[in-house]
């Protein structure tokens, strides 16, 4: 498994690649810097925890990582003569080696260990699956000793951890002792039906097996069966001592492994004396102290490792760990002063609130809300302008306030309280801080990229359980390190490993300056004051077009830079500069704060990528003063008068009595300052009132505002941009059109907009007729006089007898449906309601149907049937509001012809998406709020728990290795049905299985349900975060589940969605706004492409087509400028060209929308294909493929066929499933064994 020695290798020391599989761009985000432990992690490359757990080990056991650098290139060559033919290259030593160094000296959070598995002959199958530690210690250490043979360290592995023991047999009778030596390299231990690791060792090395009765022994002097004894020792004792344990065992009776969980306790501190054949030696030479502990976390069939490690030559940086709080109980002669609180001093506020927290820490993003539950006000409001942000102020205040758990959280600097009545400290601090706290070597947690300190006695918590220990590692006690070593990463390393992390690390600093420095980089746009005026309460540009001027800035610079750059771009600005922050509302610009402090940041004040500032002088505007903040926001509102001819001599000629003013008013200006902005003082100013009804139907009612409104203002009012206000002179009541009663004005609708269309609908009504006669009677149209007081009845009688329809009808129910814009007849509508009441308005078209109308207390419902069962997709149906759940669904099983009990009832939402079911089946369906039009399905299968989701689960299998997942190695059997995903897309589904998960849990808790089902036994995912789930929409991947720790009812998951599932090869975890695209570049002169890689856009930083080309040309290291890219459209075989385009503007609003490829036209989502081509080197544009054009083609024919009434009748795959989704499980396959071929160098 571990390949050869002469494997190629990537030039260089290049320890910040991730995977070499995985091309980066020079705008690719460098590796973090390592946190405050000061240590290294090493990434996880799908399944390779166990090989980290090992390494990591390995790196702290500082004899062998210094007897590793002490063979220098002399003896294992230089990787740059690898490929030259007669060079002697040892690959895996000096992979090791250059590993080691980026752990000890680079300043990254994490290493990979890309490189030397590479160099282990290892692909992404290897890498991906999982092994066993203790297996892969041996292996790992037979290799070296292989690579290192001829050279100085060819003893290595034999001097630090071979040991020998000692078999005897000795004779009853003559005394004849037989013994064997064995050399091991760990001592393997067993675990069932034992305590602990002293009481293996004493039943392995101290007592004896008595050879006796008919188990005799054979002895070679005395020549016959005798009585014997049989005993083991330890003869000679490694340096380093690795214990192995047997957590893994056979049930015979069940014939399955198992795990053995059971409380296996082993000592920090181990005297082997007793277990050794000779005891002459110093206690010193027997006694080890434990130093690595690597823990297995999962079962017999897969899991997760990670590795405690005692820090030796206290390279980390340990601090206190975060623990759960304890009660205390105070001394009653101890009492502790509280601090005094002082509302005005925000130290004493967040020092108060510590204090009195149980544990004394607290959340960073907790703090916030607490200082506002103490105060009653929040930080922003009381602290912000003169302390800046709280995490800000926490750090500036670094004597008081320590932040731990990476940041994420705060707590007191331990002092010393002031005791009442005298000075004694406090006796309990040294021992609550506990025995990790003293100085000298610490233990921490180093779990793939993840490095924590840890107590000395969290090792104990590793005895038993599903994580529990699995290896040991001990070092003799005696072995003394110098004190140059300590806290001394360089020490014994090569100089030319130093110098070449030197250089690597002052690379790392550039590429971390250089990524801050475009990160940090803002667009802000300035508005110069001499080019606008004040206008309706808002801030109006002079110009027709708005003339901005941004300016590039880096938001970490203080407010003063900012403005002595301003005052550089702006050489004829005199006098005083004042910076606001602006934003543009509907009615205008309006200004907010003034930025006053210029010793604080861009960012401290809120200044961010497209911020609006104002440059004005800070007290007028081309004369006028300004009012700034959110109490005068200005309000676009819409002033309707009576137009000319309403207000003359009655007669209207147009077709409304109203005529619409936009006007902006400010927020804070009372509504009696803006009745005399619009009219006279006897003006009467009326808001429209929201009662049912009122819009439309041949009239609409307004409130006047009664007079003690008129001294509030329009924010008070709860006025908002685009309300209406009807301003009202007194000579418009002489006209019919406006009536006043009380404080109520009825605004009626001209004459000559009183009608309604009907138009007849007969097609159901008249069966199989002529079709000359049916499309004549289906077109009839007539025009019937209506007003918003007539009833719809009279409506509908008036319209049969205009349509001459009396004879079709008779006998038949009819009524009036209204349809909506793509033609679909909407619920009727009530014959007993006028028009006003039913919301239809007057000069719109009604549909006369076949059918009857709902009654008064009657709802009209739309029912489908899932998995459908005919041709007729959506069907009707009239209930009583009473009826329940149960009886609704009798009558809609009636209505489609279904039989069984096996079935129940679900919603459809507002966006048309299956939704919870309606699990109360003894309700009524208003108590439920089903109102009429809604959309229920009826279900196959019985319903759910309370609270549990039951949902079908596919694993998408996909063909080769590209980007982030990896090919699954589950084989079809039969009975277990699968699907190919359209489009070409390379990807088959698998049918495995059903969960039933509560609606409470978590998408993690999600992940582990999934990965219980049969099927999946033998996937193999270290992690929930290596598994991605998908939602399936028309049996294709639509979209992925967002949010490891989100609970499934705010990810709107529902009973019968159809979840996919796909393993990774390295952790994930998207953002909300980040967006999974297969990418795939053309192949030059060929109409094909590479195969695709996985690419994640963040679209929150640049949503448009240039952000996508951007990010894409990072990735694959192309030119921007050079690249043009195409969506791929899978149902039409067709692409689509990804470019800028040029929105249309609105004329009254003016504002150009943010290009966005996730709206209209491209709609880009999770697992969309991106198609490049670099014009560099291919000047073909074109997209399509030979494929596509077979697909088209087919598409054609596919379109003849349906046209000439050939379409056959084909079984969706929903019902197919249905029936086959109880797969057999598979059996598992055989594990593969660990081997290793190592060149020869004799």
């Given at each position: 498994?571990?390949?050869?020695?002469?494997?190629?290798?990537?030039?260089?020391?290049?320890?910040?690649?991730?995977?070499?599989?995985?091309?980066?761009?020079?705008?690719?985000?460098?590796?973090?810097?390592?946190?405050?432990?000061?240590?290294?992690?090493i990434?996880?490359?799908?399944?390779?925890?166990?090989?980290?757990?090992l390494?990591?080990?390995?790196?702290?056991?500082?004899?062998?990582?210094?007897?590793?650098?002490?063979?220098?290139?002399?003896?294992?060559?230089c990787?740059?003569?690898?490929?030259?033919?007669?060079?002697?290259?040892?690959?895996?030593?000096?992979?090791?080696?250059?590993?080691?160094?980026?752990?000890?000296?680079?300043?990254?959070?994490?290493?990979?260990?890309?490189?030397l598995?590479?160099?282990?002959?290892?692909?992404?199958?290897?890498?991906?699956?999982?092994?066993?530690?203790?297996?892969?210690?041996?292996?790992?250490?037979?290799?070296?000793?292989?690579?290192?043979?001829?050279?100085?360290?060819?003893?290595?592995?034999?001097?630090?951890?071979?040991?020998?023991?000692?078999?005897?047999?000795?004779?009853?009778?003559?005394?004849?002792?037989?013994?064997?030596?064995?050399?091991?390299?760990?001592?393997?231990?067993?675990?069932?039906?034992?305590?602990?690791?002293?009481?293996?060792?004493?039943?392995?090395?101290?007592?004896?097996?008595?050879?006796?009765?008919?188990?005799?022994?054979?002895?070679?002097?005395?020549?016959?069966?005798?009585?014997?004894?049989?005993?083991?020792?330890?003869?000679?004792?490694?340096?380093?001592?690795?214990?192995?344990?047997?957590?893994?065992?056979?049930?015979?009776?069940?014939?399955?492994?198992?795990?053995?969980?059971?409380?296996?306790?082993?000592?920090?501190?181990?005297?082997?004396?007793?277990?050794?054949?000779?005891?002459?030696?110093?206690?010193?030479?027997?006694?080890?102290?434990?130093?690595?502990?690597?823990?297995?976390?999962?079962?017999?069939?897969?899991?997760h490792?990670?590795?405690?490690?005692?820090?030796?030559?206290?390279?980390?940086?340990?601090?206190?760990?975060e623990?759960?709080?304890?009660?205390?109980?105070?001394?009653?002669?101890?009492?502790?002063?509280?601090?005094?609180?002082?509302?005005?001093?925000?130290?004493?506020?967040?020092?108060?609130?510590?204090?009195?927290?149980?544990s004394?820490?607290?959340?960073?993003?907790?703090?916030?809300?607490?200082?506002?539950?103490?105060?009653?006000?929040?930080?922003?409001?009381?602290?912000?302008?003169?302390?800046?942000?709280?995490?800000?102020?926490?750090?500036?205040?670094?004597?008081?306030?320590?932040?731990?758990?990476?940041?994420?959280?705060?707590?007191?600097?331990?002092?010393?309280?002031t005791?009442?009545?005298?000075?004694?400290a406090?006796?309990?601090?040294?021992?609550?801080?506990?025995?990790?706290?003293?100085?000298?070597?610490?233990?921490?947690?180093?779990?793939?990229?993840?490095?924590?300190?840890?107590?000395?006695?969290?090792?104990?918590?590793?005895?038993?359980?599903?994580?529990?220990?699995y290896?040991?590692?001990?070092?003799?006690?005696?072995?003394?390190?110098?004190?140059?070593?300590?806290?001394?990463?360089?020490?014994?390393?090569?100089?030319?490993?130093?110098?070449?992390?030197?250089?690597?690390?002052?690379?790392?600093?550039?590429?971390?300056?250089?990524?801050?420095?475009?990160?940090?980089?803002?667009?802000?746009?300035?508005?110069?004051?001499?080019?606008?005026?004040?206008?309706?309460?808002?801030?109006?540009?002079?110009?027709?077009?708005?003339?901005?001027?941004?300016?590039?800035?880096?938001?970490?610079?203080?407010?003063?830079?900012?403005?002595?750059?301003?005052?550089?771009?702006?050489?004829?600005?005199?006098?005083?500069?004042?910076?606001?922050?602006?934003?543009?509302?509907?009615?205008?610009?309006?200004?907010?704060?003034?930025?006053?402090?210029?010793?604080?940041s861009?960012?401290?004040?809120?200044?961010?990528?497209?911020?609006?500032?104002?440059?004005?002088?800070?007290?007028?505007?081309?004369?006028?003063?300004?009012?700034?903040?959110?109490?005068?926001?200005?309000?676009?509102l819409?002033?309707?008068?009576?137009?000319?001819?309403?207000?003359?001599?009655?007669?209207?000629?147009?077709?409304?009595?109203?005529?619409?003013?936009?006007?902006?008013?400010?927020?804070?200006?009372?509504?009696?300052?803006?009745?005399?902005?619009?009219?006279?003082?006897?003006?009467?100013l009326?808001?429209?009132?929201?009662?049912?009804?009122?819009?439309?139907?041949?009239?609409?009612?307004?409130?006047?505002?009664?007079?003690?409104?008129m001294?509030?203002?329009?924010?008070?009012?709860?006025?908002?941009?685009?309300?209406?206000?009807?301003?009202?002179?007194?000579?418009?009541?002489?006209?019919?059109?406006?009536?006043?009663?009380?404080?109520?004005?009825?605004?009626?609708?001209?004459?000559?907009?009183?009608?309604?269309?009907?138009?007849?609908?007969?097609?159901?009504?008249?069966?199989?007729?002529?079709?000359?006669?049916?499309?004549e009677?289906?077109?009839?149209q007539?025009?019937?006089?209506?007003?918003?007081?007539?009833?719809?009845?009279?409506?509908?009688?008036?319209?049969?007898?205009?349509?001459?329809?009396?004879?079709?009808?008779?006998?038949?129910?009819?009524?009036?449906?209204?349809?909506?814009?793509?033609?679909?007849?909407?619920?009727?509508?009530?014959?007993?309601?006028?028009?006003?009441?039913?919301?239809?308005?007057?000069?719109?078209?009604?549909?006369?149907?076949?059918?009857?109308?709902?009654?008064?207390?009657?709802?009209?419902?739309?029912?489908?049937?899932?998995?459908?069962?005919?041709?007729?997709?959506?069907?009707?149906?009239?209930?009583?509001?009473?009826?329940?759940?149960?009886?609704?669904?009798?009558?809609?099983?009636?209505?489609?012809?279904?039989?069984?009990?096996?079935?129940?009832?679900?919603?459809?939402?507002?966006?048309?998406?299956?939704?919870?079911?309606?699990?109360?089946?003894?309700?009524?369906?208003?108590?439920?709020?089903?109102?009429?039009?809604?959309?229920?399905?009826?279900?196959?299968?019985?319903?759910?728990?309370?609270?549990?989701?039951?949902?079908?689960?596919?694993?998408?299998?996909?063909?080769?290795?590209?980007?982030?997942?990896?090919?699954?190695?589950?084989?079809?059997?039969q009975?277990?049905?699968?699907?190919?995903?359209?489009?070409?897309?390379?990807?088959?589904?698998?049918?495995?299985?059903?969960?039933?998960?509560?609606?409470?849990?978590?998408?993690?808790?999600?992940?582990?349900?999934?990965?219980?089902l049969?099927?999946?036994?033998?996937?193999?995912?270290?992690?929930?975060?290596?598994?991605?789930?998908w939602?399936?929409?028309?049996?294709?991947?639509?979209?992925?589940?967002?949010?490891?720790?989100?609970?499934?009812?705010?990810?709107?998951?529902?009973?019968?969605?159809?979840?996919?599932?796909?393993?990774?090869?390295k952790?994930?975890?998207?953002?909300?706004?980040?967006?999974l695209?297969?990418?795939?570049?053309?192949?030059?002169?060929?109409?094909?492409y590479?195969p695709?890689?996985?690419?994640?856009?963040?679209?929150?930083?640049?949503g448009?087509?240039?952000?996508?080309?951007?990010?894409i040309?990072?990735?694959?290291?192309?030119?921007?400028?050079?690249?043009?890219?195409?969506?791929?459209?899978?149902?039409?075989?067709?692409?689509?060209?990804?470019?800028?385009?040029?929105?249309?503007?609105?004329?009254?609003?003016?504002?150009?929308?943010?290009?966005?490829?996730?709206?209209?036209?491209?709609?880009?989502?999770?697992?969309?294909?991106?198609?490049?081509?670099?014009?560099?080197?291919?000047?073909?544009?074109?997209?399509?493929?030979?494929?596509?054009?077979?697909?088209q083609?087919?598409?054609?024919?596919?379109?003849?066929?349906?046209?000439?009434?050939?379409?056959?009748?084909?079984?969706?795959p929903?019902?197919?499933?249905?029936?086959?989704?109880?797969?057999?499980?598979?059996?598992?396959k055989?594990?593969?064994?660990?081997?290793?071929?190592?060149?020869?160098?004799?």
């Open positions: 498994m571990f390949g050869n020695l002469f494997e190629e290798d990537e030039e260089g020391f290049s320890p910040v690649t991730v995977d070499k599989r995985v091309d980066k761009g020079k705008d690719a985000e460098p590796p973090p810097a390592r946190g405050t432990v000061n240590l290294s992690g990434r996880n490359q799908g399944g390779t925890c166990y090989l980290n757990s390494l990591q080990t390995l790196l702290f056991t500082p004899e062998f990582r210094e007897e590793l650098f002490r063979l220098g290139p002399d003896e294992l060559g990787l740059e003569d690898k490929d030259k033919p007669e060079a002697k290259v040892r690959v895996i030593p000096l992979e090791l080696q250059r590993l080691f160094a980026e752990l000890l000296l680079l300043d990254q959070q994490t290493a990979s260990t890309a490189q598995t590479d160099s282990f002959g290892w692909t992404s199958r290897e890498e991906s699956s999982q092994h066993d530690v203790q297996e892969l210690n041996r292996i790992l250490f037979s290799a070296l000793e292989s690579s290192l043979v001829g050279t100085s360290g060819s003893d290595l592995i034999h001097r630090l951890y071979h040991g020998v023991v000692v078999n005897q047999i000795v004779c009853k009778e003559c005394g004849n002792v037989s013994e064997r030596e064995e050399d091991y390299l760990d001592l393997t231990v067993s675990v069932s039906g034992l305590g602990g690791l002293e009481e293996a060792l004493w039943s392995m090395f101290v007592e004896e097996e008595v050879f006796d009765g008919n188990n005799l022994y054979r002895c070679s002097r005395c020549n016959v069966l005798v009585k014997a004894t049989k005993s083991a020792k330890l003869r000679k004792l490694p340096p380093f001592l690795t214990v192995s344990l047997l957590r893994f065992s056979f049930d015979f009776a069940k014939c399955e492994r198992f795990k053995e969980t059971g409380r296996y306790t082993f000592p920090l501190s181990a005297n082997l004396k007793p277990f050794c054949e000779q005891a002459e030696q110093p206690d010193s030479e027997y006694t080890y102290e434990l130093f690595s502990v690597i823990i297995h976390k999962g079962g017999c069939h897969g899991g490792y990670h590795v405690y490690i005692k820090d030796i030559d206290e390279l980390g940086h340990w601090e206190m760990p623990e759960e709080p304890k009660p205390k109980f105070p001394k009653a002669q101890a009492k502790v002063s509280e601090p005094v609180l002082v509302h005005e001093d925000p130290l004493s506020v967040l020092t108060t609130i510590l204090s009195q927290e149980a004394r820490t607290v959340l960073v993003d907790q703090l916030g809300q607490k200082l506002l539950d103490k105060i009653g006000i929040s930080w922003n409001k009381k602290f912000r302008k003169q302390h800046g942000p709280i995490g800000k102020f926490l750090q500036s205040q670094s004597d008081v306030f320590l932040l731990v758990s990476n940041g994420t959280r705060v707590t007191l600097k331990a002092t010393t309280p005791v009442a009545g005298g000075d004694a406090p006796e309990s601090q040294a021992a609550e801080e506990g025995p990790g706290a003293s100085d000298g070597p610490h233990w921490f947690d180093l779990n793939d990229s993840t490095v924590t300190p840890i107590h000395e006695r969290d090792i104990q918590k590793q005895f038993q359980g599903k994580e529990s220990a290896m040991l590692f001990y070092r003799k006690a005696g072995l003394l390190r110098p004190q140059e070593a300590k806290q001394n990463r360089g020490y014994t390393v090569p100089p030319h490993l130093l110098q070449m992390a030197q250089e690597e690390n002052v690379t790392l600093q550039q590429r971390r300056e250089e990524y801050d420095a475009s990160a940090n980089t803002v667009q802000v746009r300035l508005h110069l004051a001499p080019q606008y005026r004040l206008e309706n309460g808002a801030l109006q540009p002079k110009a027709a077009a708005e003339d901005t001027v941004t300016l590039s800035f880096d938001r970490r610079r203080t407010v003063g830079d900012f403005r002595l750059a301003v005052y550089q771009m702006q050489d004829l600005w005199e006098g005083d500069m004042a910076l606001t922050v602006a934003r543009k509302l509907p009615a205008g610009l309006h200004l907010y704060n003034t930025l006053t402090d210029d010793a604080q861009l960012y401290a004040v809120g200044v961010s990528d497209g911020s609006d500032l104002f440059v004005w002088n800070g007290r007028e505007v081309s004369g006028a003063p300004l009012r700034m903040g959110c109490e005068w926001e200005p309000v676009l819409t002033l309707l008068r009576a137009c000319d001819e309403a207000a003359g001599d009655g007669g209207v000629a147009g077709s409304s009595a109203l005529m619409p003013e936009p006007r902006g008013f400010p927020g804070g200006a009372t509504l009696g300052a803006l009745r005399q902005a619009v009219g006279p003082e006897d003006t009467l009326c808001r429209e009132e929201s009662r049912p009804g009122c819009e439309g139907g041949g009239g609409s009612g307004w409130r006047v505002f009664p007079p003690a409104d001294q509030r203002t329009l924010k008070e009012l709860a006025l908002k941009d685009g309300d209406s206000l009807l301003v009202l002179e007194p000579q418009v009541f002489d006209t019919s059109l406006f009536s006043l009663t009380g404080d109520t004005v009825t605004v009626t609708t001209p004459s000559d907009c009183r009608w309604l269309q009907v138009e007849s609908h007969l097609c159901a009504a008249r069966g199989a007729q002529g079709e000359g006669g049916e499309d009677g289906a077109r009839k007539a025009k019937i006089s209506a007003s918003g007081s007539t009833l719809l009845s009279e409506v509908k009688l008036s319209a049969i007898e205009e349509l001459k329809l009396q004879d079709q009808f008779k006998g038949v129910p009819c009524c009036l449906r209204q349809a909506d814009r793509t033609g679909k007849l909407l619920p009727p509508v009530r014959e007993d309601m006028t028009v006003r009441e039913a919301g239809i308005k007057l000069m719109t078209s009604l549909v006369l149907c076949p059918g009857a109308a709902p009654g008064p207390h009657q709802l009209f419902l739309y029912f489908t049937v899932s998995p459908p069962v005919g041709t007729e997709a959506e069907m009707e149906i009239i209930v009583e509001e009473t009826i329940t759940v149960k009886e609704c669904l009798r009558l809609m099983l009636n209505a489609a012809g279904l039989e069984g009990e096996c079935w129940h009832l679900r919603k459809m939402d507002w966006c048309e998406e299956l939704g919870d079911a309606l699990t109360d089946e003894d309700s009524s369906l208003g108590e439920l709020s089903v109102a009429g039009g809604d959309t229920l399905v009826v279900t196959e299968g019985r319903l759910p728990p309370k609270g549990f989701l039951k949902m079908p689960v596919w694993l998408l299998m996909e063909q080769g290795d590209q980007g982030n997942h990896i090919g699954n190695d589950l084989d079809n059997h009975g277990e049905p699968s699907t190919t995903g359209e489009g070409g897309c390379g990807a088959a589904m698998q049918f495995v299985g059903h969960v039933e998960i509560s609606v409470e849990a978590a998408l993690d808790d999600l992940k582990i349900q999934v990965l219980t049969p099927p999946l036994h033998d996937l193999c995912v270290p992690s929930p975060a290596f598994l991605r789930v939602l399936l929409e028309s049996r294709r991947p639509g979209r992925i589940l967002r949010g490891n720790l989100q609970p499934l009812q705010k990810l709107k998951l529902a009973s019968g969605t159809e979840l996919c599932v796909q393993r990774l090869q952790e994930e975890n998207l953002g909300p706004k980040e967006l695209l297969n990418v795939q570049i053309g192949i030059p002169g060929e109409r094909s590479y695709s890689q996985e690419v994640v856009w963040d679209t929150g930083r640049d448009s087509a240039r952000g996508l080309r951007q990010a040309a990072a990735h694959c290291s192309l030119c921007p400028d050079s690249l043009i890219i195409a969506k791929y459209c899978p149902e039409k075989y067709s692409w689509m060209v990804i470019s800028s385009w040029t929105q249309q503007v609105s004329k009254r609003k003016k504002k150009k929308k943010t290009e966005s490829l996730l709206g209209a036209p491209f709609h880009l989502r999770d697992g969309d294909v991106i198609g490049g081509k670099n014009l560099l080197i291919d000047s073909n544009r074109e997209f399509s493929t030979p494929e596509d054009e077979l697909g083609q087919r598409l054609q024919e596919e379109a003849g066929t349906w046209a000439k009434g050939g379409q056959s009748g084909i079984v969706g929903h019902l197919e499933v249905a029936l086959e989704c109880k797969g057999s499980r598979k059996n598992r055989p594990e593969v064994a660990l081997s290793i071929n190592v060149g020869m160098f004799r």
